[in-house]
Each structure stands twice: as structure tokens, then as C-alpha cells.
């Protein structure tokens, strides 16, 4: 897969994975996105590393599913380092 098409799919992966997670993440679209690409470098490495997934092809499941769980990982790892929540209680 080349570089454009991976800067694309970790994208769309942040995007998918900001709306599945509940709640606001900080740091808006952008941050989201660029977020997103980290995600699926994080999910490409560990899916390789752990099951030995080949991530050659750009329209394989396989590779959206590794791209959108490591989005999800990286956003909640983000939510934890600024402070925001899944759910908003009001004091």
C-alpha cells in the first residue's frame, strides 16, 4: 500500500473511530484525524506483530479493522492524557 493511500485510510479510520467512541475527545476534527493516521500505524504494527497480518492491500477488511481498533486505542489513550471523558456530568 502506498503512503497517500495509507495517510487516507488512517483518515477515514479516525473519523470512524471518533463515531464510535461516545462522549467528546478534545482537540477537535484535525487533531482527530491526525490522530486517526497514528491509529492505524498502531494498528498495522500490532497486527502484525501479534496475529502476523499482512496489510499489502488497501481494500482488505483486515486492514480497516486493525486501523480503526488502533484509532479507537490511540483516542481513548488521548482522552486520558487531556483529561476528557466519555461522559459529561454536570457539578
Same mark, same amino acid.
Given at each position: 500500500?502506498? +503512503?497517500?493511500? +495509507?495517510?487516507?485510510?488512517? =483518515?477515514?479510520? &479516525?473519523?470512524?473511530?471518533?463515531?464510535?467512541?461516545? $462522549?467528546?475527545? $478534545?482537540? &477537535?476534527?484535525?487533531?482527530?484525524?491526525?490522530?486517526?493516521?497514528?491509529?492505524?500505524?498502531? $494498528?498495522?504494527?500490532?497486527?502484525?506483530?501479534? +496475529?502476523?497480518?499482512? =496489510?499489502?492491500?488497501f481494500f482488505d477488511?483486515?486492514?480497516?479493522?486493525?486501523?480503526? &481498533?488502533?484509532?479507537?486505542?490511540?483516542? =481513548?489513550?488521548?482522552g486520558l492524557i487531556?483529561? /476528557?471523558?466519555?461522559? /459529561?456530568?454536570?457539578?
Amino acid at each position: 500500500m502506498g +503512503f497517500i493511500a +495509507f495517510i487516507i485510510l488512517g =483518515l477515514i479510520a &479516525g473519523a470512524i473511530a471518533k463515531a464510535i467512541l461516545p $462522549g467528546r475527545q $478534545g482537540g &477537535g476534527w484535525l487533531a482527530t484525524l491526525l490522530l486517526g493516521v497514528v491509529g492505524a500505524l498502531l $494498528g498495522g504494527w500490532l497486527g502484525g506483530l501479534i +496475529f502476523g497480518a499482512d =496489510l499489502g492491500g488497501f481494500f482488505d477488511l483486515t486492514t480497516w479493522l486493525l486501523a480503526i &481498533g488502533g484509532a479507537i486505542i490511540v483516542l =481513548l489513550i488521548w482522552g486520558l492524557i487531556t483529561g /476528557r471523558s466519555g461522559s /459529561r456530568t454536570t457539578r
